[in-house]
Every structure is written in C-alpha cells, then in structure tokens.
C-alpha cells in the first residue's frame, strides 16, 4: 500500500524533472545568448575605436558615445526579435503540430482538454500546457 502523498509524489515526479530540466537548458541558452551579444557588440565596438577616439577628440560626451554603443547593440537584439516573431508566425502549421502533439502525449482524457491549443496568430512559445 502507498500513502497518498507517495502516490502524487511519483504521478508528478516525471512533469518535475521535466520542468527542471527545461529551467536548466532556458538558463544555459540565455547566457550562451548574453555571450554572444557581448561578442558581438565587443566586435564591433573594436572595429568603430579610430570612429570613438574621433568623436572623442572633437567633443562628445561620454553618454553619447555610450549611446552610439548601445544603440548598435538595441537595433541588432530588436532586428533579431522582430525576424524571429516573423518566421513564427509564418509558419502557423507548426504551432498546430505542437498542441495536437502536446495533446495525445498526455495521460489523462482531462488533461487533454487542458492543453492550450493556439491559433494561427500565436507563436510556438504559447503552446504550453495550462497550469493544473
């Protein structure tokens, strides 16, 4: 015989581990993005120096150098969302493929009907399933 709180502790333990794991991979690829962005707005800041010093020489102000930087940086992260949003949503069929995936893996015939299922205008990011 099983107690109650052992039976909830392993028909959860599996949707847990899941979680945490999906945690862990979001948390390595968010850094691995940081990474990146600082790589290439190091880049690119070290082949605008001679432009700096310049600009530098003939009085602008740090913020506004400071400005010149980050600007760069804000335009190639926004450029990047905005093509990302846009190949999501245009591609819908995938987003279906998702829920209807999400769906049949479930165990239960109630949980099924509480997968969030997605229009055509949503992204593959809100295919999750609905909170118990």
């Given at each position: 015989?099983?107690?109650?709180?052992?039976?909830k502790?392993?028909?959860?333990?599996?949707?847990r581990?899941?979680?945490?794991?999906?945690?862990?991979?979001?948390?390595?690829?968010?850094?691995?993005?940081?990474?990146?962005?600082?790589?290439?707005?190091?880049?690119?800041?070290?082949?605008?120096?001679?432009?700096?010093?310049?600009?530098?020489?003939?009085?602008?102000?740090?913020?506004?150098?400071?400005?010149?930087?980050?600007?760069?940086?804000?335009?190639?992260?926004?450029?990047?969302?905005?093509?990302?949003?846009?190949?999501?949503?245009?591609?819908?069929?995938?987003?279906?493929?998702?829920c209807?995936?999400?769906?049949?893996?479930?165990?239960?015939?109630?949980?099924?009907?509480?997968?969030?299922?997605?229009?055509?205008?949503?992204?593959?990011?809100?295919?999750?399933?609905?909170?118990?």
């Amino acid at each position: 015989m099983k107690t109650l709180e052992q039976i909830k502790h392993e028909s959860v333990g599996s949707d847990r581990f899941r979680a945490a794991l999906m945690g862990i991979f979001s948390a390595v690829a968010l850094v691995l993005a940081a990474i990146g962005l600082y790589g290439v707005i190091s880049y690119s800041v070290l082949q605008r120096t001679r432009e700096i010093g310049i600009r530098s020489v003939l009085g602008a102000s740090p913020a506004n150098i400071a400005r010149l930087v980050l600007g760069s940086g804000l335009t190639l992260t926004l450029s990047g969302l905005s093509l990302e949003w846009a190949l999501r949503l245009a591609s819908p069929g995938s987003c279906r493929q998702c829920c209807s995936t999400w769906a049949v893996s479930t165990r239960s015939r109630s949980r099924r009907s509480r997968a969030s299922c997605c229009s055509s205008r949503w992204p593959r990011a809100f295919c999750l399933p609905v909170g118990r």
